[in-house]
């Protein structure tokens, strides 16, 4: 019986990393095929997709300012997130309950609808105070901060859960003030929610289109927007090549993370 449900068990694991996997193994070996449109089997193999990507000029822009953008959202949201999970977690609020929904709610609502709220609230303020955001590099950074905050309030409060407070307590009686606690025993304490906070935040904004899209103004196409550009006037394998390209990226980003942080043990 024990063996007959670990069988099950690795079976069903098994076939969640399947389905999981297979589409993104699918999306890399398409990038290899050698005739315009897709079919298989193929007729061969080529890396002149790579090479075509690599020629676009409109993916060279749209990477630098993805990475530009998300770097910034990333390091705003980290700042902003840690903060409010220190204070969900250390602080007696209140109001803790509502306040830990209002910054988890990014999460809940579907990209296009959060981006289409935004864009409604921009151009209210633009015709109340006369300042434009729409269409303008801050107001698309401040909605990739939603995007960032949630996954750094989730994973630092997920890891501040798990210490006990002893140490502060320790530290504070020994005579040191609350920022020197914060900065040389909480900070480190909860290092490995912060870096895997600021990873998946990155991954979030850099990959996001559905709020980008709807935001973004003219001469800033991000990476994804200018993949779906690509996409109304050509139907070929470079697309599956740009994505091999962002999926090996960040794979080799998660595993370098993991190195030095144990990611699975935050993240579960």
Same mark, same amino acid.
């Given at each position: 019986?024990?063996? =007959?449900?670990?069988? @099950?068990?690795?079976?069903?694991?098994? +076939?969640?990393?399947? /389905?999981? &996997?297979?589409?993104?193994?699918? /999306?890399?070996?398409?990038?290899?095929?050698?005739?315009?449109?897709?079919?298989?089997?193929?007729?061969?193999?080529?890396?002149?997709?790579?090479?075509?990507? #690599?020629?676009?000029?409109?993916?060279?822009?749209?990477?630098?300012?993805?990475?530009?953008?998300?770097?910034? +959202?990333?390091?705003?949201?980290?700042?902003?997130?840690?903060?409010?999970?220190?204070?969900? /977690?250390?602080?007696? @609020?209140? %109001?803790?309950?509502?306040?830990?929904? &209002?910054?988890?709610?990014?999460?809940?609502?579907?990209?296009? !609808?959060?981006?289409?709220?935004?864009?409604?609230?921009?151009?209210?303020?633009?015709?109340?105070?006369?300042?434009?955001?729409?269409?303008?590099?801050?107001?698309?950074?401040? =909605?990739?901060?939603? @995007?960032?905050?949630?996954?750094? /309030?989730?994973?630092?409060? %997920?890891?501040?859960?798990? *210490?006990?407070?002893? %140490?502060?307590?320790?530290?504070?009686?020994?005579?040191?003030?609350? #920022?020197?606690?914060?900065?040389?025993?909480?900070?480190?304490?909860?290092?490995?929610?912060? !870096?895997?906070? +600021?990873?998946?935040?990155?991954?979030?904004?850099?990959?996001?289109?559905?709020?980008?899209? &709807? @935001?973004?103004?003219?001469?800033?196409?991000? &990476?994804?927007?200018?993949?779906?550009?690509?996409?109304?006037?050509?139907?070929?394998?470079?697309?599956? =090549?740009?994505?091999?390209?962002?999926?090996?990226?960040?794979?080799? *980003?998660? *595993?370098?993370?993991?190195?030095?942080?144990?990611?699975?043990?935050?993240?579960?």
């Amino acid at each position: 019986m024990a063996k =007959a449900r670990t069988f @099950l068990w690795r079976g069903g694991v098994g +076939a969640v990393f399947t /389905v999981v &996997l297979l589409p993104m193994l699918a /999306v890399m070996y398409l990038s290899f095929f050698d005739q315009e449109v897709v079919s298989f089997p193929p007729d061969g193999y080529t890396l002149r997709w790579y090479v075509n990507a #690599w020629e676009q000029r409109e993916f060279s822009r749209g990477f630098v300012n993805s990475l530009q953008l998300a770097v910034v +959202a990333t390091v705003i949201g980290v700042t902003l997130g840690t903060a409010a999970a220190y204070a969900l /977690v250390r602080a007696r @609020l209140p %109001a803790r309950g509502f306040v830990n929904t &209002l910054l988890m709610g990014p999460l809940a609502v579907p990209g296009v !609808v959060l981006g289409t709220a935004l864009y409604v609230m921009f151009v209210q303020i633009d015709d109340a105070i006369d300042f434009q955001i729409v269409a303008t590099l801050p107001g698309l950074i401040a =909605a990739h901060v939603l @995007l960032t905050v949630p996954w750094t /309030v989730r994973l630092v409060a %997920a890891s501040l859960a798990g *210490l006990h407070p002893a %140490a502060e307590e320790a530290a504070a009686d020994l005579g040191a003030r609350p #920022w020197t606690v914060f900065r040389r025993v909480t900070l480190p304490m909860m290092r490995s929610g912060v !870096v895997a906070g +600021a990873l998946f935040s990155f991954i979030q904004s850099f990959e996001n289109l559905e709020l980008t899209l &709807l @935001l973004v103004g003219p001469g800033r196409s991000t &990476l994804p927007v200018a993949m779906l550009n690509y996409l109304e006037f050509r139907v070929d394998p470079t697309l599956a =090549a740009v994505a091999t390209v962002q999926i090996v990226m960040i794979g080799a *980003l998660m *595993l370098i993370t993991d190195r030095f942080v144990n990611l699975s043990r935050v993240v579960s």
